[in-house]
Protein backbone atom coordinates (compact mmCIF):
# COMPACT_ATOMS: atom_id res chain seq x y z
CA UNK A 1 0.00 0.00 0.00
CA UNK A 2 1.68 3.28 -1.00
CA UNK A 3 1.86 6.22 1.69
CA UNK A 4 3.10 9.36 1.46
CA UNK A 5 2.57 10.94 4.85
CA UNK A 6 3.65 14.88 4.93
CA UNK A 7 4.11 16.59 8.33
CA UNK A 8 5.89 19.80 9.95
CA UNK A 9 3.09 22.37 8.47
CA UNK A 10 2.05 25.09 10.77
CA UNK A 11 1.31 28.99 11.71
CA UNK A 12 4.63 30.75 11.56
CA UNK A 13 4.89 34.50 11.77
CA UNK A 14 6.74 36.24 8.36
CA UNK A 15 10.63 35.67 8.55
CA UNK A 16 10.36 32.49 10.21
CA UNK A 17 11.06 28.94 9.32
CA UNK A 18 9.56 25.92 8.75
CA UNK A 19 10.31 22.38 7.73
CA UNK A 20 8.53 19.70 6.19
CA UNK A 21 8.59 15.96 6.00
CA UNK A 22 7.37 13.91 3.77
CA UNK A 23 7.47 9.49 4.74
CA UNK A 24 7.05 7.16 1.93
CA UNK A 25 5.82 3.48 2.18
CA UNK A 26 4.99 0.75 -0.35
CA UNK A 27 7.24 1.79 -3.15
CA UNK A 28 11.04 1.83 -3.63
CA UNK A 29 11.82 5.32 -2.65
CA UNK A 30 14.99 5.52 -3.64
CA UNK A 31 14.00 4.59 -7.36
CA UNK A 32 11.68 7.76 -7.55
CA UNK A 33 12.36 11.50 -8.17
CA UNK A 34 10.59 13.94 -5.83
CA UNK A 35 8.79 16.63 -5.63
CA UNK A 36 6.79 19.49 -3.00
CA UNK A 37 4.13 21.18 -4.88
CA UNK A 38 1.83 24.05 -3.36
CA UNK A 39 -1.58 24.76 -3.58
CA UNK A 40 -2.79 28.34 -1.96
CA UNK A 41 -6.55 29.25 -1.80
CA UNK A 42 -8.27 30.02 -5.41
CA UNK A 43 -4.61 29.35 -7.47
CA UNK A 44 -3.10 26.03 -8.90
CA UNK A 45 -1.10 24.24 -7.86
CA UNK A 46 2.51 24.67 -8.43
CA UNK A 47 5.92 23.19 -8.25
CA UNK A 48 8.05 24.01 -5.36
CA UNK A 49 10.99 22.12 -5.46
CA UNK A 50 12.43 18.85 -7.03
CA UNK A 51 15.44 16.27 -6.17
CA UNK A 52 16.75 13.88 -8.44
CA UNK A 53 16.53 10.18 -7.08
CA UNK A 54 20.23 9.81 -5.53
CA UNK A 55 19.88 13.84 -4.44
CA UNK A 56 22.46 14.65 -7.01
CA UNK A 57 19.88 17.57 -8.72
CA UNK A 58 17.73 19.95 -7.45
CA UNK A 59 15.53 22.44 -8.99
CA UNK A 60 13.30 25.20 -7.35
CA UNK A 61 10.76 27.96 -8.30
CA UNK A 62 11.99 30.87 -8.69
CA UNK A 63 9.93 32.26 -6.07
CA UNK A 64 11.95 30.22 -3.56
CA UNK A 65 15.24 30.55 -4.74
CA UNK A 66 18.00 30.76 -1.98
CA UNK A 67 15.13 30.45 0.72
CA UNK A 68 13.97 27.07 0.34
CA UNK A 69 15.89 23.58 0.37
CA UNK A 70 14.72 19.93 -0.91
CA UNK A 71 16.64 17.19 0.68
CA UNK A 72 16.29 13.30 1.32
CA UNK A 73 17.47 10.55 3.22
CA UNK A 74 17.27 7.38 0.74
CA UNK A 75 17.55 5.56 4.06
CA UNK A 76 14.47 6.89 6.07
CA UNK A 77 12.54 6.92 2.91
CA UNK A 78 11.67 10.59 3.76
CA UNK A 79 12.28 13.83 1.44
CA UNK A 80 12.36 17.09 3.29
CA UNK A 81 11.59 20.68 2.53
CA UNK A 82 13.55 23.36 5.33
CA UNK A 83 11.54 26.54 4.65
CA UNK A 84 13.22 29.45 5.95
CA UNK A 85 12.49 33.30 5.05
CA UNK A 86 8.53 32.60 5.30
CA UNK A 87 6.59 35.08 3.40
CA UNK A 88 2.64 35.55 3.70
CA UNK A 89 2.51 34.47 0.15
CA UNK A 90 4.12 30.92 1.31
CA UNK A 91 0.58 30.43 2.83
CA UNK A 92 -0.36 27.21 1.33
CA UNK A 93 -1.14 23.63 1.85
CA UNK A 94 2.53 21.81 0.37
CA UNK A 95 1.96 18.33 -1.07
CA UNK A 96 4.82 15.67 -1.75
CA UNK A 97 4.84 14.10 -4.73
CA UNK A 98 6.82 10.91 -6.15
CA UNK A 99 7.44 10.15 -10.03
CA UNK A 100 8.92 7.56 -11.51
CA UNK A 101 9.58 6.15 -15.74
CA UNK A 102 9.17 2.53 -15.85
CA UNK A 103 6.69 0.87 -18.42
CA UNK A 104 4.30 3.58 -17.58
CA UNK A 105 4.79 6.50 -15.00
CA UNK A 106 4.53 5.82 -11.66
CA UNK A 107 2.90 8.99 -9.91
CA UNK A 108 2.13 9.36 -6.12
CA UNK A 109 0.56 12.37 -3.84
CA UNK A 110 0.27 12.81 -0.63
CA UNK A 111 -2.26 14.61 1.52
CA UNK A 112 -0.97 17.82 2.03
CA UNK A 113 -0.33 19.86 4.91
CA UNK A 114 -1.18 23.70 5.81
CA UNK A 115 1.41 26.27 6.16
CA UNK A 116 0.58 29.72 7.52
CA UNK A 117 2.83 32.63 7.24
CA UNK A 118 1.39 35.55 9.27
CA UNK A 119 1.94 38.10 12.27
Known amino acids: HVQLVESGGGLVQPGGSLRLSCAAS????????MNWYRQAPGKERELVAY????????NYADSVKGRFTISRDNAKNTVYLQMDSLKPEDTAIYYC????????????WGQGTQVTVSS
Open 97 to 108: NAVALGDRKYDY
Open 26 to 33: GFTFSLYA
Open 51 to 58: IARTGGST
